[in-house]
């Protein structure tokens, strides 16, 4: 990789992502999220929506990260989260390049265009995708927050359509992680941000096999 990875504005990372791609990616029904990692994406949301910073960290109210899993008959198993640090979105090395897309496609919202999107550091991308190569590991998926209700869409639970053009190409599931009510957070995945290929998230115990009850 030899430059930042671009994360919607409201989402995906537009790198390559680490260990195998199944072919059936784009068509599995459900991702099975383990209760423990459910837990980490919630509180990673919750503790940056409510203004809490761990060190290193870019001080802004919203909450982006990776998915790592495996495909497992038609589903996918979530078995790593990792929460990103570093947005590059202010550097004026990337920001051009970002605010033009925002600017053609965001609707306007109550965050400035020019604080919507995400640009991971190449550094947390690498150490991802080593994690990943190291368990076979696929790094599918990634997750963002949507806070600010919309009169149109109250909930926020879907992709927008910037989150559609950032994700497009990118063989990666989005999820949305409603946090307009932070006490009821609602999570949605969405291949390639789109909202016509969508797949249920199943909060289970633990690590299940497929077709088992959890």
């Given at each position: 990789m030899t430059g930042p990875a671009a994360v919607s504005g409201d989402g995906s990372p537009r790198a390559g992502g680490a260990g195998p791609v199944h072919d059936g990616l784009d068509r599995v029904s459900e991702i099975l999220l383990p209760r423990p990692f459910y837990a980490a994406v919630v509180?990673?949301?919750?503790?940056?929506?409510?203004?809490?910073?761990v060190d290193g960290e870019t001080p802004e109210r919203k909450a982006f990260g990776m998915l790592a899993g495996r495909y497992r008959r038609g589903a996918v198993e979530v078995t790593a989260v990792f929460p990103l640090l570093c947005n590059l979105r202010r550097d004026a090395r990337y920001a051009a390049d970002m605010d033009e897309i925002v600017d053609r496609h965001a609707i306007p919202s109550q965050t400035p265009n020019e604080q919507r999107g995400w640009i991971a550091h190449p550094r947390e991308i690498l150490a991802i995708e080593d994690f990943c190569d190291t368990y076979a590991w696929s790094m599918f998926g990634n997750y963002h927050t949507h806070r600010v209700a919309w009169p149109d869409d109250p909930r926020r639970d879907t992709c927008t359509h910037l989150d559609r053009m950032l994700a497009a190409g990118s063989r990666q599931w989005t999820l949305i992680v409603s946090a307009v009510d932070l006490d009821r957070p609602i999570v949605r995945a969405f291949f390639e941000g789109d909202n016509d290929r969508e797949a249920a998230v199943r909060v289970v115990p633990g690590p299940v096999e497929i077709g088992t009850k959890g």
């Amino acid at each position: 990789m030899t430059g930042p990875a671009a994360v919607s504005g409201d989402g995906s990372p537009r790198a390559g992502g680490a260990g195998p791609v199944h072919d059936g990616l784009d068509r599995v029904s459900e991702i099975l999220l383990p209760r423990p990692f459910y837990a980490a994406v919630v509180s990673h949301v919750v503790r940056k929506l409510t203004g809490h910073y761990v060190d290193g960290e870019t001080p802004e109210r919203k909450a982006f990260g990776m998915l790592a899993g495996r495909y497992r008959r038609g589903a996918v198993e979530v078995t790593a989260v990792f929460p990103l640090l570093c947005n590059l979105r202010r550097d004026a090395r990337y920001a051009a390049d970002m605010d033009e897309i925002v600017d053609r496609h965001a609707i306007p919202s109550q965050t400035p265009n020019e604080q919507r999107g995400w640009i991971a550091h190449p550094r947390e991308i690498l150490a991802i995708e080593d994690f990943c190569d190291t368990y076979a590991w696929s790094m599918f998926g990634n997750y963002h927050t949507h806070r600010v209700a919309w009169p149109d869409d109250p909930r926020r639970d879907t992709c927008t359509h910037l989150d559609r053009m950032l994700a497009a190409g990118s063989r990666q599931w989005t999820l949305i992680v409603s946090a307009v009510d932070l006490d009821r957070p609602i999570v949605r995945a969405f291949f390639e941000g789109d909202n016509d290929r969508e797949a249920a998230v199943r909060v289970v115990p633990g690590p299940v096999e497929i077709g088992t009850k959890g």
